[in-house]
């Protein structure tokens, strides 16, 4: 079962615009990360969130994380080209470490 | 330094076969974990390995099983394919066990007719 839900579903925006996606989850987490999947291939790591940060910053990439509303958000500025791809937020279940996929935000960024 | 590997990269099979496929992490690390990717179901948690044992188990039949060798490289089996079994694959390594920054090889895409 998954834990997180990413929301929008699918997401199109033009090249030099912002694109946010959410995901919510559902149990306690020890740290919350987001990958990028291009079409069909092997996930890349983008950031980790530990659950007693609630903002981090890597390049055009910036996360938050609200424990209270067991939700996160993923801003990527200025997009490009290059940046379409699937988006997944992963959590570790409640007292396991499994990492739990989220349903994923496909993005796609128009030239 | 290396990424993960995976072997093959495409594998067509008929229902009933059994397929084994393979992984090889990154060097230094000794967390080898598998996923299952369809569409329907999404990315799905397979099974963990670390030091050659299995640490976590995902919500799948005994007809997935796997096994790590001392080297790391670790080895997905599925037995009796069924159609719903065609999926992408998807191995990650990771320096300690856990869920912590994975990195994923590229898949192996199964499909069973």
């Known amino acids: 079962s998954q834990q997180g839900e990413e929301d929008p579903q699918a997401l199109s925006i033009q090249e030099g615009e912002n694109a946010t996606m959410n995901c919510s989850y559902k149990?306690?987490?020890?740290?919350l990360q987001w990958y990028r999947q291009n079409s069909g291939r092997g996930l890349v790591h983008l950031i980790l969130?530990?659950?007693?940060?609630r903002e981090k910053h890597s390049g055009r990439l910036r996360v938050t994380l609200d424990t209270s509303k067991k939700s996160s958000s993923l801003l990527i500025t200025a997009s490009r080209a290059a940046d379409t791809a699937s988006y997944f937020c992963?959590?570790?279940?409640?007292?396991?470490?499994?990492?739990?996929f989220g349903t994923g935000t496909r993005l796609q960024v128009f030239p | 330094k290396a990424g993960v590997t995976q072997t093959p990269r495409y594998l067509i099979k008929t229902r009933g076969q059994q397929v084994t496929l393979s992984c090889s992490p990154i060097?230094?690390?000794?967390?080898v974990s598998w996923y299952q990717q369809t569409p329907g179901q999404g990315l799905q948690f397979l099974f963990e390995?670390?030091?050659?044992?299995?640490?976590n188990k995902g919500n799948f039949p005994g007809r997935f099983s796997g096994r790590q060798f001392s080297n790391s490289r670790s080895e997905m089996n599925v037995s009796t394919l069924e159609l719903g079994d065609s999926a992408l694959y998807l191995c990650?390594?990771?320096?300690?066990?856990?869920?912590?920054?994975?990195?994923f090889g590229p898949g192996t895409r199964l499909t069973v007719l």
């Open positions: 990650a390594s990771s320096l300690i066990a856990g869920g912590n920054e994975q990195f």
């Open positions: 149990t306690s987490i020890n740290n």
């Open positions: 969130i530990r659950s007693n940060e």
């Open positions: 992963a959590t570790e279940r409640d007292n396991t470490d499994k990492l739990i």
């Open positions: 060097s230094g690390h000794r967390s």
């Open positions: 390995y670390f030091s050659e044992t299995q640490r």
